[in-house]
């Protein structure tokens, strides 16, 4: 974290004016470009955040992976080398294993029940998990419900995914569930991922409608299915070593941006939902919108008595159980 102070030309001018307002700078990255649903919610935080630290806090936004995939970003933010991110939470498990529950395929119902679990007693007490491991979590931004797209065929059954090599998260739930489907997973970090889609180095990908549109995968990949495979929430962490030097009073200021921020970037992922299939179909994209979603559900049903395993049955049930 480094603190600029306003220049002032002259060191007379400086005598005459007195002492100058200190200003620190936050840096904070993301994945997508600053029109996607990161870049609307990193803008509503850092707006939010300056005017509520009467402008002693600004951040400086690095966006479209400017300092390195997710997993990079979290572990330069858990070492104090990076002030904040905004990620998704697919790559979170490497650090937190508790966060990786959530990335269960078919475990939400629809976004408000996501949603509900992620505000309540469930994804405050990841949070505190986080907080252990040395990375605050601020709020609960989305990335939302991931859905598949490729360059071989539709898919409208799960036997449809199969033998397909898919580019997946580095997240060993996502990638033992995809297995359930018969597709080859292929971890990738995301800055790859164009590139591996347009030489055919991976025959597809799997991501929330916004992604798609954000990263302009129409222009690489021929077939969309509405899967609506798994919910990827994101979150908005800042490094202890920020945070910890925060007052009491920034610190709420912090907070309150950042809950405006996911508010905004849930908005967006609302928005682009709404709008974006039809978008993505414009732009020559083939929608499978009618998903034989029970085919998934029944073959990735052997998966969760290993989930159970590792993240218990009963943790599993309450979450399934938010009404």
Not at 95 to 122: N, Q, S, T
Not at 139 to 159: C, D, K, L, Q, Y
Not at 175 to 200: D, H, N, R, S, V
Not at 294 to 316: C, H, L, T
Request: glycine share 8%.
């Amino acid at each position: 974290m480094k603190t600029l102070i306003k220049p002032l030309a002259l060191a007379a001018l400086l005598a005459a004016v007195g002492p100058t307002h200190a200003q620190t700078i936050i840096k904070i990255g993301y994945a997508t470009s600053p029109t996607s649903h990161y870049g609307v919610g990193t803008t509503v935080f850092c707006d939010e955040m300056e005017k509520g630290t009467q402008g002693r806090y600004k951040c400086q936004q690095f966006p479209s992976s400017a300092l390195g995939g997710e997993r990079e970003q979290i572990e330069a933010v858990q070492l104090g080398t990076q002030d904040m991110v905004n990620t998704s939470t697919g790559p979170l498990g490497n650090f937190v294993p508790e966060v990786k529950i959530v990335d269960i395929p078919f475990l939400f119902r629809d976004y408000a029940h996501a949603r509900k679990v992620m505000d309540g007693p469930i994804g405050q007490n990841l949070q505190k998990k986080m907080a252990a491991k040395g990375l605050i979590n601020l709020a609960w931004t989305e990335n939302g419900f991931r859905h598949m797209t490729n360059n071989i065929r539709p898919i409208v059954h799960a036997s449809d995914a199969a033998g397909l090599k898919m580019r997946t998260m580095e997240n060993k739930v996502h990638m033992e569930g995809y297995k359930t489907f018969g597709i080859l997973p292929t971890p990738m970090a995301f800055p790859e991922l164009f590139t591996a889609l347009q030489q055919g180095t991976v025959d597809g990908q799997e991501n929330p409608i916004p992604v798609i549109l954000a990263s302009k995968f129409s222009q690489v990949q021929k077939y969309l299915s509405l899967t609506g495979h798994v919910y990827s929430p994101a979150a908005l962490i800042i490094s202890p070593q920020v945070w910890n030097k925060l007052s009491p009073a920034d610190q709420k200021a912090f907070s309150a941006a950042a809950k405006k921020g996911a508010a905004a970037q849930r908005k967006k992922v609302n928005d682009d939902e709404d709008t974006g299939i039809a978008q993505l179909e414009k732009e020559g994209m083939q929608v499978v919108r009618k998903v034989d979603g029970e085919s998934f559900r029944k073959a990735v049903a052997p998966a969760y008595a290993d989930f159970a395993r590792e993240f218990g049955a009963e943790n599993i049930a309450a979450i399934q159980a938010v009404k």
